[in-house]
DNA sequence: TTAGTTTCTGAATGTCAATTTCAATTTTCC
DNA sequence: GGAAAATTGAAATTGACATTCAGAAACTAA
């Protein structure tokens, strides 16, 4: 989290931002936390505390996290952006629970590793990628 | 095409559905091209020899293909949700040029049962899964 | 500290694709 | 043919994301 903060804050010295207390507030309560928010789930947190903070600046500091490099974007396909923190070197992709919206991360080096040959038979290169699993939780499955 | 044209008469049918040409047109349309079609796409193809078509039928001709299984949503990030016909059996991810756009299939198995041994290790039952892979197809590494 | 400059905030508005509405039309079935 | 039911397509609505703008706050230099 300290790490986040740092390269953030070189991130915006860089832009030339200024510091402003909802910009902090913001960071705070999306590193604080290990969810998959989306703009509308951490406005609605904020809120409870910060009445006055507006929607308009939850989503753009989500957009600069996620420009800086500490953030990444995610979408489920269910029509919400999500945003995760992201961890330098923690690349994972996610398993998605289409009952109960559960998000586990996974990390399958075998997986990225035929990824990398797949794009090689094809002459491609691969800057991202997104793989998802959608399907029932442990849990779901249970009370199915 | 014809299994898909029966699967979906098939569909049609149980939905109580009626035949119309419109929706004819669509799916002939739909199902001749191994495009990757945006509602918006396809609605301005068939505009060229029916201009009287219009946009709200192309789309619900399309998510009612999905219904029926013989089409399958996709979305790339970009904004647009894309339709591609389903051939049973035919499973398949994408690579997505992130310069020309142009998408190209390809299909792994074994990566297919790592998916399957990672929600194992999970208790997690796959339903559906994306996987795209986005970047430099070899056309645009070249023009680099 | 203070004046001056720049950025930021937040309410409101705009945008864009997806979806729904509804009156007119077409299909289906008797 | 005619009634009942579904379909069509223009227009309006929705919902998420993005932008605008006037006032507020943060920096900068003297």
Same mark, same amino acid.
Request: net charge positive; charged share 25%.
């Given at each position: 989290?300290?790490?986040?903060?740092?390269?953030?804050?070189?991130?915006?010295?860089? $832009?030339?931002?200024?510091? %402003?207390?909802? +910009?902090? &507030?913001? /960071?705070? @309560?999306?590193?604080?936390?290990?969810?998959?928010?989306?703009?509308?789930?951490?406005?609605?947190?904020?809120?409870?505390?910060?009445? $006055?903070?507006?929607?308009? %600046?939850?989503? +753009?500091? &989500?957009? /600069?996290? @996620?420009?800086?490099?500490?953030?990444?974007?995610?979408?489920?396909?269910?029509?919400?952006?999500?945003?995760?923190?992201?961890?330098?070197?923690?690349?994972?992709?996610?398993?998605?629970?289409?009952?109960?919206?559960?998000?586990?991360?996974?990390?399958?080096?075998?997986?990225?590793?035929?990824?990398?040959?797949?794009?090689?038979?094809?002459?491609?290169?691969?800057?991202?990628?997104?793989?998802?699993?959608?399907?029932?939780?442990?849990?779901?499955?249970?009370?199915?």
């Amino acid at each position: 989290m300290k790490d986040q903060i740092a390269v953030f804050n070189e991130c915006a010295r860089r $832009k030339g931002l200024k510091n %402003t207390s909802q +910009r902090t &507030l913001i /960071l705070k @309560a999306f590193l604080s936390s290990p969810s998959h928010y989306s703009t509308e789930d951490l406005y609605l947190k904020l809120r409870k505390n910060h009445p $006055k903070i507006g929607y308009a %600046t939850v989503h +753009r500091a &989500l957009k /600069l996290f @996620a420009e800086c490099g500490i953030a990444v974007e995610l979408d489920f396909g269910d029509g919400q952006t999500r945003f995760e923190p992201l961890t330098i070197g923690q690349h994972h992709d996610h398993l998605v629970c289409t009952e109960c919206g559960s998000i586990t991360e996974f990390s399958e080096p075998r997986i990225e590793e035929l990824q990398e040959q797949v794009a090689a038979q094809h002459g491609f290169k691969i800057e991202r990628h997104r793989h998802e699993l959608y399907g029932l939780c442990s849990k779901c499955i249970g009370r199915g």
